[in-house]
């Protein structure tokens, strides 16, 4: 019998298992990119070895191997041996650049989210995560009590709301709403968008803190705590990536507390990645795991979400489906 070949297979099973390894050293890579600021100062410019050298304080020697690792990943360019130039990739670390990732990088490979995945057997095992398992408090807990932190979180949420933000802003119908109101709003990019394409709406941002108040300038901010009370009155609540944050018992206490603010005309508009179902829903980007590790949280399926709003007295009426984003739009009544 002819002898099937199977190193083609092989290689390519390895290839994967050294391209997850390879992960978290790019991670690292990215990382002290952005805390370099290599993407703003290279910028439109060819720059040479030297030069950075001087700037960043470093060895040459060392320093070309770090720029190396860079060309690795395609965040620079090296078009002439020890002169380099700027990627489309490297310009989308750049601070402030439109659809920047530098902040979300910077949240991503932060000594709290790698900490948290070290104890990614003990977060499974355990009731609250790795978090928890990390640092013996929550997420929010530890961000209270440091503000820089709390500052990079707030950004790189918002960069990484801004396109959902528009999404939603296009494709939710918004006619006739008087006042939106978005719990756990953050730093408000959700509103501000919303208020952008819709000018004659009122719009409310409740968070436990007003650390993002500068985004949405014609918001109103109102702090407090979701488990407590929420705003009432609004004609549309938005419950963006917050149920997601939370085990199920949480979860149906925050749906409660907003379904005793609703007034009977109100709506609900959950925006959450929703997995697929039935059998073995997808998760490319590892987010349930993420939610479990950082929050003792959990993505959901369409109707583990219908059953989260069912406890809390909330009916699903409809689905839409948000185009180009991770997540979609379930839209809840009393
Ligand atoms: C994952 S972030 C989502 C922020 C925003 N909705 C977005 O999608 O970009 C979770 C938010 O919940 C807020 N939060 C956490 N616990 C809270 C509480 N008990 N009361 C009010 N807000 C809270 C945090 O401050 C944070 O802004």
């Known amino acids: 019998m002819a002898r099937v070949?199977?190193?083609?297979?092989?290689?390519?099973?390895?290839?994967?298992?050294?391209?997850?390894?390879?992960?978290?050293?790019?991670?690292?890579?990215?990382?002290?990119?952005?805390?370099?600021?290599?993407?703003?100062?290279?910028?439109?410019?060819?720059?040479?070895?030297?030069?950075?050298?001087?700037?960043?304080?470093?060895?040459?020697?060392?320093?070309?191997?770090?720029?190396?690792?860079?060309?690795?990943?395609?965040?620079?360019?090296?078009?002439?041996?020890?002169?380099?130039?700027?990627?489309?990739?490297?310009?989308?670390?750049r601070k402030g650049a439109p659809g920047s990732w530098r902040e979300i990088v910077l949240l991503s490979a932060h000594e709290v989210a790698l900490r948290s995945w070290e104890r990614l057997e003990a977060g499974v095992r355990g009731g609250k995560g790795g978090f928890h398992e990390a640092y013996g408090a929550s997420i929010f807990e530890c961000l209270r009590g440091d503000a820089e932190l709390a500052a990079l979180y707030d950004d790189a949420m918002g960069r990484m709301t801004a396109s959902i933000a528009r999404c939603v802003a296009e494709n939710y119908e918004f006619t006739g709403v008087g006042t939106v109101a978005d719990i756990g709003g953050g730093?408000?990019?959700?509103?501000?968008?919303?208020?952008?394409?819709?000018?004659?709406?009122?719009?409310?941002?409740?968070?436990?803190?007003?650390?993002?108040?500068?985004?949405?300038?014609?918001?109103?901010?109102?702090?407090g705590d979701f488990f407590a009370a929420v705003p009432g009155g609004a004609d549309r609540y938005l419950l963006k990536w917050i149920l997601h944050d939370w085990a199920d018992e949480q979860a149906v206490a925050i749906l409660s507390t907003i379904r005793a603010a609703m007034p009977e005309h109100a709506r609900l508009l959950i925006i959450e990645q929703v997995l697929a179902e039935p059998g073995a829903p997808r998760d490319p980007e590892l987010t349930d795991l993420n939610m479990l590790m950082l929050y003792g949280g959990r993505e959901r399926t369409r109707a583990e979400f219908e059953e989260l709003c069912t406890r809390a007295g909330l009916r699903i009426e409809r689905a839409l489906p948000l185009p180009g984003t991770t997540c979609g739009l379930l839209e809840a009544v009393r």
Request: hydrophobic fraction near 45%.
């Open 5 to 93: 070949p199977d190193e083609p297979q092989r290689d390519v099973a390895a290839n994967a298992i050294a391209d997850w390894l390879r992960g978290a050293k790019a991670t690292q890579l990215a990382k002290v990119f952005a805390e370099l600021g290599i993407a703003e100062d290279i910028g439109n410019r060819t720059v040479a070895l030297g030069a950075l050298a001087e700037q960043y304080r470093m060895r040459p020697e060392r320093l070309l191997r770090l720029l190396r690792g860079f060309v690795e990943l395609n965040l620079l360019a090296e078009p002439e041996p020890e002169r380099f130039t700027l990627t489309a990739t490297g310009s989308l670390l």
């Open 187 to 223: 730093d408000g990019t959700l509103i501000a968008t919303i208020l952008r394409h819709h000018p004659g709406l009122r719009g409310i941002v409740f968070d436990r803190t007003e650390d993002g108040k500068r985004y949405a300038p014609g918001a109103t901010f109102v702090t």
